[in-house]
């Protein structure tokens, strides 16, 4: 079995009118840069490599609430296996979503990125559960073990500077009114 497409969607809906999301001196950009790494994150693990192009548009409904940041970015990836994904993300929005096509059927998991537990389905029927793990505890567990015991990294710095290329094709594609941006990432980040 292998992925056709997958569909992101990582949002959650606006909050305090003063909050420093909405600052981009402190956030550097709005939904893309808070929650949209999450989506390019599972896109990539999804598809098992990094993307070879990415195309991408930007939306407001609210453009005197979201004046310095962006509010909702949508952006289509290509992979080398031929792979497509698409995601959205969101300050504006409520959803938390992962559906994946593939060649034998789909799954999604609903929620996809969360605190809490993640959960979903596939077409045959089978239930999708995960155990409530504090993620950002794993990650500070797994830094502890490279530093002191030499282990792999699983996300090391390479991993956020790809995320950081993408992010920045990202705007560059918006820019440039939606225009395909091609990425040359080789194996930069970790792909497993």
Known sequence: MFILFLRIQDTYPRGNPDQWRLNIDLSGGGALMNMGVYSIQTSIY???ANPSSV???EFSTMREYFKETDETITAQFEFP????????????ANGNRLKSHCSNGWFELDP????????GRTSNGNVISFPHQRQ?????DDFAKHILMGTPN???????????????AIYRSIAEGGKKQ????GNMGIVS
Do not use: F, W
Request: charged fraction near 15%.
């Open 46 to 48: 999804g598809c098992g």
């Open 55 to 57: 195309s991408a548009q």
């Open 81 to 92: 296996n031929g792979a497509i994904a698409h995601m959205m993300t969101s300050h504006n």
């Open 112 to 119: 996809a990125h969360t605190y809490e537990s993640i959960s």
């Open 136 to 140: 950002q505890a794993l990650q500070m």
């Open 154 to 168: 699983v996300a090391p710095g390479e991993m956020g500077k790809r995320d950081m290329i993408i992010v920045e």
């Open 182 to 185: 091609l990425l040359d990432l």
